[in-house]
């Protein structure tokens, strides 16, 4: 029900936008969340944006350098990397739930698979 895409390899300093297609429900009324998942680490929250307010939160490692949005209409959520780094390197994957909280994993009851982004020097 969510397609993550628009993952790839780049160097670093670039950009990459990834998006989250959902189908099969609306996912206007959730929020949504973008977690990433690094080779032997844990996956970690990266972003996340609620769908009531449209508030966002960010992990401190991507702050000012990633922005999350969400086009309701389209039914997808959007990923903006920009100023990439090695350490971003991960499988970034698309989430949904009915929470306030958007930094906590659990609180997710909807992935998508996953894309890859690998980031080169």
């Known amino acids: 029900q969510l397609q993550a895409s628009g993952g790839g390899l780049v160097q670093a300093g670039d950009s990459l936008r990834l998006s989250c297609a959902a189908s099969?429900?609306?996912?206007?009324?959730?929020?949504m969340g973008w977690f990433r998942q690094a080779p032997k680490k844990e996956r970690e929250f990266v972003a996340g944006?609620?769908?009531?307010?449209?508030?966002?939160g960010y992990a401190d490692s991507v702050k000012g350098r990633f922005t999350i949005s969400r086009d309701n209409a389209k039914n997808t959520v959007y990923l903006q990397m920009n100023s990439l780094k090695l350490e971003d390197t991960a499988v970034y994957y698309c989430?949904?739930?009915?929470?306030?909280?958007?930094?906590?994993?659990?609180?997710?009851?909807?992935w998508g698979q996953g894309t890859q982004v690998t980031v080169s020097s």
């Open positions: 944006i609620r769908w009531t307010d449209m508030t966002t």
């Open positions: 099969g429900r609306t996912f206007s009324r959730y929020t």
């Open positions: 989430a949904a739930g009915d929470t306030w909280n958007y930094r906590t994993e659990s609180n997710y009851a909807y």
